[in-house]
């Protein structure tokens, strides 16, 4: 299906281009939320990179798949925005980071490490973080990941060994504190 869809797709039918979306949307927006932490900026990031993908499908040759090669547009085009972001001043807090779009009410520790987890991601350079995200929250093998960031499959390694070490300090960091109190 998809294939017949980027064929009509890349002959101009926006009817089949909103259709592929609508089969990478969803993780496509959990990617560009956990790196941005602001549901009406992911909102304004995915807008512009779903028309660059729009634009240049044309020129997609076909060398990775489809969702590969959008969540690369997407990828790039939230570090142009923490970029610019960053230029201006502004950051990402770890309040920002703990809230969910649509939270659902968790019991108490599982709540706690939630929080803990997502304030943990938040504090990662966005890079190490992007490349935990793609891996161990979308499931993509190293190869893909490296071809949605760009970078050698040694260089995902060790940017998700480093990010893992990080993680599990600053989470056994996080419940150090909760048994504290």
Same mark, same amino acid.
């Given at each position: 299906?998809?294939? /017949?869809?980027?064929?009509?797709?890349?002959?101009?039918? #926006?009817?089949? =281009?909103?259709?592929?979306?609508?089969? /990478?949307?969803?993780?496509?927006? !959990?990617?560009?939320?956990?790196? #941005?932490?602001? +549901?009406?900026?992911?909102?304004? $990031?995915?807008?512009?990179? @779903?028309?660059?993908?729009?634009?240049?499908?044309?020129?997609?040759?076909?060398?990775?798949? =489809?969702?590969?090669?959008? @969540?690369?547009? $997407? @990828?790039?085009?939230?570090?142009?925005?923490?970029?610019?972001?960053?230029?201006?001043?502004? /950051?990402?807090? #770890?309040?920002?980071?703990?809230?969910?779009?649509? +939270? !659902? +009410?968790? +019991?108490?520790?599982? !709540?706690?490490?939630?929080?803990?987890?997502?304030?943990?991601?938040? !504090?990662?350079?966005?890079?190490?973080?992007?490349?935990?995200?793609? $891996?161990?929250?979308?499931?993509m093998d190293y190869q893909t990941a490296a071809g949605v960031l760009g970078i050698p499959v040694g260089t995902v390694r060790s940017r998700l060994s480093q990010a893992r070490q990080l993680l599990r300090r600053a989470l056994s960091e996080g419940e150090q504190g909760r048994d504290e109190s």
């Amino acid at each position: 299906m998809e294939a /017949h869809l980027l064929v009509r797709a890349r002959a101009g039918d #926006l009817d089949a =281009f909103v259709q592929l979306i609508g089969l /990478h949307d969803e993780p496509l927006r !959990a990617l560009a939320y956990r790196l #941005l932490g602001d +549901p009406q900026l992911m909102d304004d $990031v995915l807008q512009e990179a @779903y028309l660059k993908a729009f634009r240049s499908l044309r020129g997609f040759e076909g060398r990775s798949a =489809f969702g590969s090669w959008l @969540y690369r547009i $997407v @990828y790039n085009t939230c570090m142009d925005q923490l970029r610019r972001r960053s230029s201006s001043g502004q /950051h990402l807090s #770890l309040g920002e980071a703990g809230r969910l779009p649509d +939270p !659902a +009410p968790d +019991p108490g520790e599982v !709540a706690a490490q939630r929080l803990d987890l997502a304030a943990a991601l938040a !504090a990662l350079p966005p890079k190490m973080r992007a490349t935990v995200l793609l $891996v161990d929250a979308e499931g993509m093998d190293y190869q893909t990941a490296a071809g949605v960031l760009g970078i050698p499959v040694g260089t995902v390694r060790s940017r998700l060994s480093q990010a893992r070490q990080l993680l599990r300090r600053a989470l056994s960091e996080g419940e150090q504190g909760r048994d504290e109190s």
